[in-house]
């Protein structure tokens, strides 16, 4: 999965890989601190679209580029920021629907997939099958 920052008048986003199983210990903890949740928790608010938890995650990424960073300084448009699956995910996740799904509820969910897929960033740097960014 990739967090892409696009600031309204760059000409090309900033893209960093998100595995929440790569992120460092000092980085987890400040982010549970910053957000009152355990690293679990966070992971899935993260998907959900939590803001402070966007929030958190964006910082985590542009202090690493930049260690002055301070989070009260991170502010963005709430269209300025997304994450996306990348290419390999996406085929993950069809798979577990072919295998999950029937009729016309799989036709639909693969329609959607497979839309997904054609605009897909490749993961070229993604080991043997790609993991969901959820934390054990």
């Given at each position: 999965m990739f967090l892409i920052l696009h600031r309204e008048g760059e000409a090309e986003p900033t893209r960093w890989r998100y595995n929440p199983k790569k992120l460092m210990s000092v980085e987890r903890e400040d982010i549970e601190r910053r957000t009152g949740r355990n690293f679990?928790?966070?992971t899935a608010a993260v998907l959900q679209g939590n803001s402070l938890c966007r929030r958190a995650l964006l910082f985590t990424f542009l202090r690493r580029d930049h260690p002055k960073t301070k989070f009260?300084?991170?502010?963005?448009a709430w269209d300025e920021l997304k994450l996306e699956y990348s290419r390999q995910e996406w085929e993950r996740i069809r798979e577990d629907?072919?295998?999950t799904q029937h009729g016309d509820q799989l036709a639909a969910a693969l329609v959607t997939i497979d839309a997904a897929m054609e605009s897909a960033f490749d993961d070229t740097e993604t080991e043997g099958k790609a993991q969901l960014p959820i934390a054990d």
């Amino acid at each position: 999965m990739f967090l892409i920052l696009h600031r309204e008048g760059e000409a090309e986003p900033t893209r960093w890989r998100y595995n929440p199983k790569k992120l460092m210990s000092v980085e987890r903890e400040d982010i549970e601190r910053r957000t009152g949740r355990n690293f679990s928790e966070f992971t899935a608010a993260v998907l959900q679209g939590n803001s402070l938890c966007r929030r958190a995650l964006l910082f985590t990424f542009l202090r690493r580029d930049h260690p002055k960073t301070k989070f009260e300084d991170v502010d963005f448009a709430w269209d300025e920021l997304k994450l996306e699956y990348s290419r390999q995910e996406w085929e993950r996740i069809r798979e577990d629907v072919v295998s999950t799904q029937h009729g016309d509820q799989l036709a639909a969910a693969l329609v959607t997939i497979d839309a997904a897929m054609e605009s897909a960033f490749d993961d070229t740097e993604t080991e043997g099958k790609a993991q969901l960014p959820i934390a054990d």
